[in-house]
């Protein structure tokens, strides 16, 4: 890792820890205290804010929101135009689809696929392999389990625990 000064579009310049091979498009905007991963890519007009991680080979498509104290796990993909809440964990290898909002304190676990324009409700926690369909919904403190599948426009009630290896939702 080596800290490097970022100028941000607005004209402030932070200090960012980057490793190797790091890209951090044009009109992006790094906060305070970030920290990047080699090989990472940050995209045109991304906002990381501060004391946000980013892991190794993580892709931050464009126009992608992250709110201060996130982790984003290695090798995870961020589609264009999400957002992540505050304090919230992506967990490796994890893919966040076009559009999707993942609210404050939630916990999104390895190799999880979650598709475009998902919402995933405060203090949501969803187990490694699950897959969240596109349009679907997860209110707030719901617990998905591993391997689970939510299909697509399915509504997570609030508080829900959705089992390991089960299936919401009309096919």
Known sequence: MKT?????PTGETVQVSVGENVTIAKNAIIGW???IGENANIGVGSNIDSYSTVGE?????EYVTICPNAIIGKNATIGRNATIGWN???SKNSNIGVGSN????S????HVTIGKNAIIGWNVTIGEHAT???NAIIREHATIGKNAIIREHATIGRNATIADDSTVGLK
């Not at 080979?57 to 498509?61: E, S």
């Not at 916990?107 to 390895?110: N, P, S």
Request: a negative charge.
């Open 132 to 134: 969240i369909g596109e």
């Open 4 to 8: 490097i000064t970022h100028v941000n």
């Open 107 to 110: 916990t999104v676990g390895e």
């Open 57 to 61: 080979h993580v892709t931050i498509v």
């Open 102 to 105: 993942i609210d404050s304190y």
């Open 33 to 35: 205290n970030v920290t």
């Open 88 to 90: 919230v964990t992506i």
